[in-house]
């Protein structure tokens, strides 16, 4: 957001997320707004200058949005109690077509020029590689839970279902036995192989019941995501590298409370209504995880002049240091030259 106003020098920049409904674009982060009605925005597909970028898959730009004929006036009433005018919205491609809208919009009439646009178009691109990563790493694991459940079925099938059969059997041979031993040993054989199927079957219901290799965390961390994003009305960007993997609990216990840590800072000295990025990066002997936020201008400027951010001893940030230290990791709390603030935090896996 931040970039955005800053690449086209705008008064304002807002990002709405295309929903689960197709064609329905929900306003998810602003910046330099203070309308409610705007930030709450839902964006249809075809209305307004969004609904038409979501609908052409291209940028538009207008040099005054409240006076603009070639557009319908649903969000008119927002627009112009925000005072915005000139606006420019880009779109941002996903896997399925236009998955966000970007808008930069300024009090003035007036759009910025083909090189401003075509600046915004590039950190669209930016922005599209991620939702392309992150869609391709949910359908690699939609695909490798398919293939397992694909195997516990057909190990069902050449076990239970093979064992199910046979009692079947011996319990038709043992109403038509006459001889009390073969009965007996009919008995007993039904008895073996239900046994047999019992612990067969416990055994690929504790297979279905583990979580793969990563996913117990990578559970815990979104939960933890949703539950802040609940609290807050803030939403967080998660982005991933490397393939994630099983942790011990001590580490994972600390990973997820160094993200509680850096979201409850986030909150704190952020702008409101931008976005948070969490990053979780996996590589052979380490996990990197991080939380970043665009810093308010207060904060932006007591941090500048130390880009690393003092931690005292004894506060929150302190103690989770401390248990980073201790596993030999290690924790940072810094703020970029753009006033982006981020927790990192460092440790061997």
Known sequence: MHTARAIAGADSALVAIRTADEGIYQMT????????????????????????????????????????????????????????RGTVCVPVAGPCGTAALL?????????????????????????????????????????????????????L????????????????????????????????????????AREELREALARLNAAPDGLAFEARLEAELHLFERRTGRHVWVTR????????????????????????????????????LAHVSYHADSVLLSVQSEMRSGERLVLAKRPELAIAAGSGLGLLRDRVRQLGGELSMTVDEDGTGALRVKLSA
């Open 241 to 276: 590298h490397g393939e994630p993997r099983t942790f011990d609990a001590g580490l994972e216990n600390l990973l997820v409370d160094s993200c509680r840590e850096g979201l409850t800072n986030a909150a704190k000295h952020g702008i409101g209504g931008s976005v948070i």
């Open 103 to 155: 808008y930069v919009a300024n009090h003035q009439r007036g759009t910025p020029g083909d090189r401003t646009i075509d600046e915004l178009l590039r950190l669209s691109d930016f922005a599209a590689v991620g939702l392309h990563h992150a869609a391709s790493r949910a359908r690699e694991r939609e695909l490798a839970t398919l293939r397992e459940r694909q195997r516990i079925a057909a190990a």
């Open 29 to 84: 982060a602003v910046d330099g707004v203070t309308d409610a009605g705007l930030k709450a925005l839902t964006i249809r597909r075809g209305l307004g200058l969004g609904g038409r970028v979501a609908a052409d898959g291209r940028p538009c730009a207008l040099d005054d949005y409240v006076g603009d004929p070639s557009i319908t006036a649903d969000y008119l009433p927002a627009v112009e109690r925000e005072g915005l």
């Open 157 to 196: 099938h050449d076990s239970v279902a093979q064992s199910l059969f046979a009692i079947g059997v011996a319990a038709q041979q043992s109403r038509e036995a006459t001889d009390p031993a073969m009965l007996q040993d009919q008995i007993e054989t039904i008895e073996a192989t239900a046994a047999r």
